[in-house]
């Protein structure tokens, strides 16, 4: 149902009885995917999502280009809704994103709970040291995040936030009035990211202290200027606070763009791809389902865009990286000999 792009049950119920992809398997009703959903344990989905997560980061997919540092692993958490169902993911952002487990919760502000229990349980599969960085969105600038992710991940944790009113934030920015030319103390630097089309300036600081972290860490505030698109001439400021006090303000700056991979390449793509924010069945069950289509995005993605690139030059697919999940998922869909409803 993921891999083909189906929007219910009910149309993955006619589909397998109109055209017997499974020819040796008597296809179930909607109403038992449901039901059976609600009865499955989570625990063998994680396990086929870490056995798929290994494979690509020992591919090499699995690591992001930092400007001025090179190749690292980072994990990016987040909260979203799938269906009725809050909860939290945590993803591995490379080459390639892998939303690779979930933590369900009830109800608005359980969201950081959540989180640790779910950066509990990835500490416990993966190891620590897994990831370098551990990336989050401004409701993470706090304490017990970086020191999580010192003392029981063993990554540095960044967390990036519109909030200037934070302690370290507006510490940092009293430096950063004072800046002159050859300030030792800060680093600053300016230019165009040419391909997001961004004029950017970049300040940043090390060793800031904040009361109750016993850790020392690096400020940076970035100003960016959007010269093309429908943003064009719109100007956003926004800060990257890090535990890792040599990390490069550009390094940073390129640490805050790929936090927003969960937000584009993993949640709007589920979406478009599978359907994630229908409500398919209430309970466990949609935190089973989500787990399945994870797995299934990664099925469409990895394996057949493996076919496509043997392929690339009989398909004349001469920007073949460029494809939309719509053209592959309508490719597969001819490959089966199942027409593309959508």
Same mark, same amino acid.
């Given at each position: 149902?993921?891999?083909?792009?189906? +929007?219910?049950?009910?149309?993955? =119920?006619?589909?397998?009885?109109?055209?017997?992809?499974?020819?040796?398997?008597?296809?179930?009703? !909607?109403?038992?995917?449901?039901?059976? *959903?609600?009865?499955?344990? $989570?625990?063998?989905?994680? $396990?086929?999502?870490?056995?798929?997560?290994?494979?690509?980061?020992?591919?090499?997919?699995?690591?992001?280009?930092?400007? @001025?540092?090179?190749?690292?692993?980072?994990?990016?958490?987040?909260?979203?809704?799938?269906?009725?169902?809050?909860?939290?993911?945590?993803?591995?952002?490379?080459?390639?994103?892998?939303?690779?487990?979930?933590? +369900?919760?009830?109800?608005?502000?359980? @969201?950081?709970?959540?989180?640790?229990?779910? $950066?509990?349980?990835?500490?416990?599969?993966?190891?620590? /040291?897994?990831?370098?960085?551990?990336?989050?969105?401004?409701?993470?600038?706090?304490?017990?995040?970086?020191?999580?992710?010192?003392?029981?991940? /063993?990554?540095?944790?960044?967390?990036?936030?519109?909030? !200037?009113?934070?302690?370290?934030? =507006?510490?940092?920015?009293?430096?950063?009035?004072?800046?002159?030319?050859? !300030?030792?103390?800060?680093?600053?630097?300016?230019?165009? !990211?040419?391909?997001?089309?961004?004029?950017?300036?970049?300040?940043?600081?090390?060793?800031?202290?904040?009361?109750?972290?016993?850790? +020392?860490?690096?400020?940076?505030?970035?100003? @960016?200027?959007?010269?093309?698109?429908?943003?064009?001439?719109?100007?956003?400021?926004?800060?990257?606070?890090?535990?890792?006090?040599?990390?490069?303000?550009?390094?940073?700056?390129?640490?805050?763009?790929?936090?927003?991979?969960?937000?584009?390449?993993?949640?709007?793509?589920?979406?478009?791809?599978?359907?994630?924010?229908?409500?398919?069945?209430?309970?466990?069950?949609?935190?089973?389902?989500?787990?399945?289509?994870?797995?299934?995005?990664?099925? *469409?993605?990895?394996?057949?865009?493996?076919?496509?690139? @043997?392929?690339?030059?009989?398909?004349?697919?001469?920007?073949?990286?460029?494809?939309?999940?719509?053209?592959?998922?309508?490719?597969?869909?001819?490959?089966?000999?199942?027409?593309?409803?959508?």
């Amino acid at each position: 149902m993921g891999a083909l792009g189906l +929007p219910s049950f009910l149309q993955l =119920d006619l589909l397998l009885r109109s055209k017997r992809l499974l020819p040796s398997i008597q296809p179930a009703s !909607d109403s038992t995917f449901a039901r059976t *959903l609600n009865l499955m344990s $989570l625990h063998p989905l994680r $396990l086929i999502l870490k056995s798929i997560a290994l494979k690509v980061i020992n591919s090499g997919k699995g690591k992001a280009e930092l400007p @001025e540092v090179g190749k690292a692993k980072m994990g990016i958490v987040d909260g979203t809704t799938f269906g009725k169902m809050y909860a939290s993911v945590i993803s591995i952002s490379g080459q390639v994103d892998m939303p690779i487990d979930i933590e +369900p919760w009830e109800g608005r502000g359980k @969201e950081l709970h959540a989180s640790y229990t779910l $950066l509990d349980r990835f500490l416990k599969t993966y190891g620590k /040291g897994f990831v370098d960085y551990t990336v989050a969105d401004g409701l993470y600038a706090n304490r017990n995040f970086f020191s999580f992710c010192i003392e029981k991940l /063993g990554c540095h944790g960044v967390a990036k936030t519109d909030e !200037d009113r934070l302690q370290v934030i =507006d510490f940092a920015e009293g430096l950063f009035r004072t800046y002159q030319e050859g !300030d030792e103390y800060i680093e600053y630097v300016e230019g165009i !990211d040419s391909l997001r089309m961004e004029r950017y300036q970049i300040w940043a600081t090390s060793y800031i202290e904040w009361e109750g972290l016993k850790y +020392p860490l690096r400020v940076a505030k970035v100003i @960016e200027e959007h010269l093309g698109g429908k943003y064009k001439g719109k100007i956003e400021i926004y800060y990257v606070i890090t535990t890792d006090t040599n990390l490069p303000g550009l390094a940073m700056k390129e640490l805050a763009k790929i936090r927003w991979h969960i937000e584009n390449e993993t949640f709007k793509a589920l979406n478009e791809q599978c359907h994630s924010k229908h409500c398919f069945v209430r309970g466990e069950g949609m935190a089973a389902l989500e787990l399945i289509l994870f797995i299934s995005l990664f099925i *469409l993605v990895e394996v057949y865009k493996e076919m496509v690139e @043997e392929r690339k030059e009989e398909l004349n697919l001469k920007r073949w990286h460029k494809i939309s999940f719509r053209f592959l998922r309508e490719l597969f869909r001819y490959s089966l000999g199942v027409e593309d409803s959508s």
